[in-house]
């Protein structure tokens, strides 16, 4: 059963860590690209008319949308259960998972509030934001696009240092679980 329980951890703190990757490596490689391409949406053509930036970049952020949605999704679930499974690893009620492996779960419990806190509280904030942005895009109001961008960028500022701190925490659950003893301190034996 440990065996499994180990597989089932490492397995989801793998997964846990792409998810938490996955948003920042599409947002590092659909916005240079759509931008560069001359990526277009019509509907959005009249506020962008001699803006391909800014087409581009409301483009690629359909593309980093999707790509946050279905990994938030995934961490609403590998959070809680990756966060179990290491708490069960350790065994805390019997205090012998060593001091490495209490970092870790302290790591893990951390980043399991910060997914939490991202996904229940930030996430449907710029979601909202981002919203309303392309809803005033489309209307051509620019005074309400740029307040909304502007509220965006805020939140946006803080979400990408949260997940660089999620990342690093998740990093340091993996040195944590890794470097944290395996078994039951064995009594010394002396021997003849």
Not at 34 to 49: K, M
Not at 101 to 123: P, R
Not at 142 to 161: I, L
Request: hydrophobic residues 50%.
């Amino acid at each position: 059963m440990r065996i499994l329980l180990n597989i089932l951890f490492w397995l989801g703190l793998t997964i846990w860590i792409a998810m938490v990757t996955a948003p920042g490596l599409t947002g590092m490689s659909a916005f240079p690209v759509l931008i560069e391409e001359g990526a277009r949406i019509d509907r959005y053509s009249a506020f962008f008319e001699n803006d391909q930036e800014g087409m581009g970049r409301i483009v690629a952020g359909f593309v980093a949308g999707r790509v946050f949605l279905i990994t938030d999704l995934a961490q609403w679930v590998l959070a809680p259960l990756v966060t179990f499974l290491g708490l069960l690893l350790i065994r805390p009620v019997r205090l012998y998972g060593g001091p490495f492996a209490w970092a870790g779960s302290t790591l893990l419990v951390v980043a399991l509030a910060l997914t939490v806190w991202h996904n229940g509280v930030m996430a449907p904030r710029m979601a909202e934001e981002i919203q309303n942005y392309r809803t005033a895009v489309e209307a051509n109001d620019r005074e309400a696009a740029n307040a909304a961008m502007t509220s965006f960028e805020v939140d946006h500022k803080t979400a990408e240092r949260l997940f660089g701190l999620r990342w690093c925490l998740l990093l340091g659950t993996v040195a944590g679980f890794a470097g944290g003893q395996r078994r039951r301190p064995e009594e010394s034996v002396e021997r003849p």
